[in-house]
C-alpha cells in the first residue's frame, strides 16, 4: 500500500503570497496517477490537479502541480481569499491513497 | 458531465449493515471504465479510500476495510452501492461516492443506537 505524507501540516500565509504544499509517497508513482484535491468546510473534494500537472476544467492557471517519482507539488500561486482551505494529495490506480491533508489558513 | 448522489439512510445501529447506492447520472456505468468507489471522511479528519469497482465487475478493497465491505454495480440502473457490515461508532462519517474525479455531495452515515 502507498502511504502519501503531506507537508506541511499547516500553511500560514496572506492574500497575494505563493503557497507550495508538498507530497511525499512510499513509494514511486506514476505521473499519470496523481491529483490534488481542495476541500472547503461541507463540501465534497474539488479535483484541481490529475496526473500530476494537469489542470482540471475551469481550474486557474495560479493552480500548478508538479513532481515525479516520490515527491510531487503543489504551487498556487497569488493566493485568493477562496484558496484557503484544505488540500489532498491523492494517488489512484486500482486502489486509491489520500495523503493526510494541508491546511491553508490566512496569516 | 457526470454527476453522482448518494442514498441511504442516515442512522444505522451498531452491529448492523450499512448500505449506500450511488446513482449516477450524465453518463454511463457501462460505457465507462472508470475506477467507480466510495470514500470516506469521518468528522474533522481526512479522507479514507473504501473500494472501487470497475464496469468489468473487478473490485479492490482497502485492507484495512475488506473483511467487512462490499462493492456492487447494477449496470440496468446506472448505479453502484456498498455494504459495510458489523459497524461500530468508528465508522460515523461522511461517505461520497467517487468516479474518476468527479464526486457525489456526500451523505452523513452516523452509527449510534
Known amino acids: 500500500e502507498i502511504v502519501l505524507t503531506q507537508s506541511p501540516g499547516t500553511l500560514s500565509l496572506s492574500p497575494g503570497e505563493r503557497a507550495t504544499l508538498s507530497c511525499r509517497a512510499s513509494?514511486?508513482?506514476?505521473?499519470?496517477?496523481l491529483a490534488w484535491y481542495q476541500q472547503k468546510p461541507g463540501q465534497a473534494p474539488r479535483l484541481l490537479i490529475y496526473h500530476t500537472s494537469s489542470r482540471a476544467t475551469g481550474i486557474p492557471d495560479r493552480f500548478s502541480g508538479s513532481g515525479s517519482g516520490t515527491d510531487f507539488t503543489l504551487t498556487i500561486n497569488r493566493l485568493e481569499p477562496e484558496d484557503f482551505a484544505v488540500y489532498y494529495c491523492?494517488?489512484?490506480?486500482?486502489?486509491?491513497?489520500f495523503g493526510g491533508g494541508t491546511k491553508v489558513e490566512i496569516k | 458531465q457526470l454527476q453522482l448522489q448518494e442514498s441511504g439512510p442516515g442512522l444505522v445501529k451498531p452491529s448492523e449493515t450499512l448500505s449506500l447506492t450511488c446513482i449516477v447520472s450524465?453518463?454511463?456505468?457501462?460505457?465507462?471504465?472508470?475506477?467507480w468507489g466510495w470514500i470516506r471522511q469521518p468528522p474533522g479528519k481526512g479522507l479514507q479510500w473504501i473500494a472501487s469497482?470497475?464496469?468489468?465487475?473487478?473490485?479492490y478493497y482497502n485492507p484495512s476495510l475488506k473483511s467487512r465491505v462490499a462493492i456492487s454495480v447494477d449496470t440496468s440502473k446506472n448505479q453502484f452501492s456498498l455494504k459495510l457490515y458489523s459497524v461500530t461508532a468508528a465508522d460515523t462519517a461522511v461517505y461520497y461516492c467517487?468516479?474518476?474525479?468527479?464526486w457525489g455531495q456526500g451523505t452523513l452515515v452516523t452509527v449510534s443506537s
Open positions: 513509494q514511486s508513482v506514476s505521473s499519470t496517477s
Open positions: 469497482i470497475y464496469n468489468s465487475g473487478s473490485t
Open positions: 491523492q494517488q489512484y490506480g486500482a486502489s486509491l491513497t
Open positions: 450524465g453518463g454511463s456505468i457501462s460505457s465507462n471504465n472508470y475506477n
Open positions: 467517487y468516479a474518476q474525479g468527479y
